[in-house]
């Protein structure tokens, strides 16, 4: 398994919609294999395709804690089919916006659809954290970044912090 170096803000790959997953193969396990080594090793609890450059809907995760097992969840093409009405709010961070946390509010349960590392149909309702991160990691499948739920002002002074510390690294992939 590779880890592969992760997309950082401002690199705008990051607002790039991904594209559907047409075959679900043995190269596509190997990749979700190196994204789920890329995000116990960040550490993170979710990652999207996108964030290692790849611009395909596939998201890993796995949100259990660190005295647990590990429990690993492989989401190609997920789609949100419904969504509750009650709201949480999670102070969310974002592998590809290091250091940086912010209150999100977010749907508290979620109904997913989409297809297991085996290509088969699967869904599955979370709640909780499962909730919130699954929910992050779509939103970068469509571009969308969890600054986009936060207040203008903040997003452009984060912006404005990770386009200086690009320019400092002299690029804007690391
Ligand atoms: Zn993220």
């Known amino acids: ?16 919609p991904s594209k559907t997953v047409e075959r679900v193969d043995d190269d596509l396990r190997r990749f979700a294999d190196d994204m789920l080594e890329t995000m116990y ?68 349960t979620v109904t997913v659809n989409y297809l297991d590392r085996d290509g088969n149909k699967a869904s599955l309702t979370a709640d909780g954290l499962f909730a919130t991160c699954v929910q992050h990691e779509i ?4 571009g969308v970044l969890f600054i986009d739920h936060i207040s203008k002002l903040k997003r452009d002074m984060v912006v404005k912090k990770f386009t200086k510390l690009a ?8």
Do not use: W
């Open 1 to 16: 398994m590779t880890i592969k170096p992760l997309v950082l803000l401002p690199d705008p790959i990051l607002r790039q």
């Open 41 to 108: 090793d960040a550490p993170g609890i979710g990652l999207a395709a996108i964030q290692v450059g790849e611009p395909i809907r596939m998201l890993v995760m796995d949100v259990s804690k660190e005295e647990d097992e590990k429990n690993p969840f492989v989401l190609i093409n997920p789609e949100i089919v419904s969504s509750g009405d009650d709201v949480s709010t999670y102070e969310e961070g974002c592998l590809s916006i290091p250091d940086y946390y912010a209150e999100v509010e977010r749907p508290a």
């Open 139 to 142: 939103d970068h499948l469509n």
């Open 167 to 174: 320019k400092q690294r002299g690029g804007t992939r690391l």
